[in-house]
C-alpha cells in the first residue's frame, strides 16, 4: 500500500526543571493513502506529542533527536516552521481537537472561524467562501446553516461545537485528517453520530485518517490499522483484526482485558498492576517489564526488538523469541475473544 504519511525512528526530549524527560523513544510508523490508522494507549505514552510534532505544535521546551516525518515524500522536519504552518498545516494536514471549547474562539461567529483558513490558503472572496462554508455545515449534519452560520459557539451543544470543529478542519479540502481523542467530551450518544460522520467524511473526500484514542471500542469501530503505543514507543501494531483477536504483547492484553464486557463473570473491571514508568529516568531493557507478570530476566537488560508474527502485525516482547516459554493468554481474555470472534462470524 501507498503510504501518504510515515513517521521514521522519530525521538524526542523535553527540557524541564526536574531534568530531560525522553517523551518519544524511537517511533515508527505508516499512514496508508485514504486508511485509518489509530494510536493507542495510556495517558503519557506519547500518543498527543507524536501528532503535534506533525503538525510542528510542540512546545518550546521540545528537542527533536532524531528522526524524519516524511509526508507526500518531503520530510516535514526539515521544513521551515513558516513553510509547515502556510502550506502543509490546514491546507494538507488537519486536526481535531478533544474539546471544542478550547479549539473556538468564544468572540466569532462560527462562520467566520470556518472561513479564516480559506483566506489563509485558498485565497478565495469572501462571498466563496461563506458558501462553502454552508456546504461544510451541511456536510457535517448542522441543520439551517445558513442561520447557524452567525451563531457563536456558546449558542452551539457539544456535539455541534465539535461538528463545527470538523468543518473547520475540512476547510481547505486537507488529506491528513488527525483526531485527538474526537468524542472525549461527549456523551455515548453523541460520540457515535461524531465516529459516523468522520467515516462517512473520509469515503467523500478520501481522507486519510488518525485517530489518537485511548478507548478500543472507538478502535474498534473505526480503525483499519492499531498502533499500540508505550512509554514512548510503537510495542505492536497490526490490523484491526489481528490487534482484537490475536493480541501478541501483554500490554495489549492488559487493555484489552480492561473494555468493559457484558458477559464477563467477573464483577470487577481488570486494570494493569503498577503505573507507567517516568521517562525522566529512562527505563532499561523493557519499559513495560515491571508490570508485565509474564517478564524474564532479559526484560530488565534488553529492550525487545520488533519480532514480526505476518507481513502486517509485529510486536515487541521477548515472548515472541524462538527461545522464549510458550505463554498462554490470560484465560479471561481468551474467552473474551472467543466471544468477539463469534459475533464478528470470524
Given amino acids: 500500500m501507498e503510504n501518504i504519511l510515515s513517521i521514521k525512528n ?120 461563506r458558501a462553502r462554508a454552508v456546504k461544510l455545515l451541511n456536510l457535517v ?53 461524531i465516529l459516523n460522520l468522520i467515516k462517512e467524511i473520509q469515503v467523500q473526500m478520501g481522507l486519510s485518517v488518525i485517530y489518537i484514542t485511548h478507548d478500543l471500542g472507538v478502535v474498534a469501530k473505526v480503525a483499519d490499522f492499531v498502533n499500540v503505543m508505550y512509554a514512548g514507543k510503537i510495542i505492536e501494531v497490526g490490523t484491526v483484526d489481528e490487534i482484537f483477536y490475536d493480541p501478541r504483547h501483554p500490554y495489549t492484553w492488559g487493555l484489552l482485558s480492561a473494555m468493559p464486557d457484558l458477559e464477563t463473570e467477573d464483577d470487577r473491571l481488570y486494570s494493569i498492576p503498577g503505573s507507567p514508568p517516568n521517562l525522566l529516568h529512562e527505563p532499561q531493557g523493557d519499559a513495560f517489564a515491571a508490570r508485565n507478570k509474564f517478564a524474564m530476566k532479559i526484560d530488565e537488560k534488553a529492550e525487545p526488538p520488533m519480532f514480526k508474527i505476518s507481513e502486517t502485525h509485529y510486536a515487541a516482547t521477548w515472548l515472541l523469541h524462538p527461545d522464549a516459554p510458550k505463554i498462554e493468554l490470560p484465560p479471561e481474555l481468551k474467552a473474551r475473544l472467543a466471544r468477539s470472534r463469534k459475533a464478528a462470524n470470524l
Fill in 10 to 129: 522519530l525521538d524526542i526530549t523535553f527540557r524541564t526543571n526536574a531534568g530531560d524527560i525522553h517523551a518519544i523513544r524511537g517511533v515508527n510508523f505508516n499512514l496508508p493513502l485514504g486508511k485509518t490508522i489509530a494510536l493507542v494507549g495510556e495517558s503519557g505514552s506519547g500518543k498527543s506529542v507524536t501528532m503535534k510534532a506533525i503538525t510542528g505544535l510542540l512546545d518550546s521546551n521540545s528537542i527533536i533527536n532524531r528522526g524524519n516525518i516524511f509526508y507526500n515524500g518531503v520530510d516535514l522536519l526539515t521544513l521551515p516552521k513558516k513553510d509547515l504552518r502556510q502550506k502543509i498545516n490546514g491546507q494538507q494536514i488537519a486536526m481535531v481537537f478533544q474539546d471544542p471549547m478550547t479549539s473556538l474562539d468564544p468572540t466569532m461567529q462560527i462562520g467566520d472561524q470556518i472561513m479564516e483558513g480559506m483566506f489563509l490558503h485558498k485565497k478565495i472572496s469572501k462571498s466563496e467562501a
Fill in 141 to 193: 449534519g448542522i441543520i439551517d446553516a445558513e442561520k447557524r452560520i452567525q451563531n457563536y459557539p456558546h449558542q452551539l451543544s457539544g456535539g455541534m461545537r465539535q461538528r463545527v470543529v470538523i468543518a473547520i478542519a475540512l476547510s481547505c479540502e486537507p488529506k491528513v485528517l488527525i483526531c485527538d481523542e474526537p468524542t472525549t467530551a461527549l456523551d455515548v450518544t453523541i460520540q457515535a453520530r
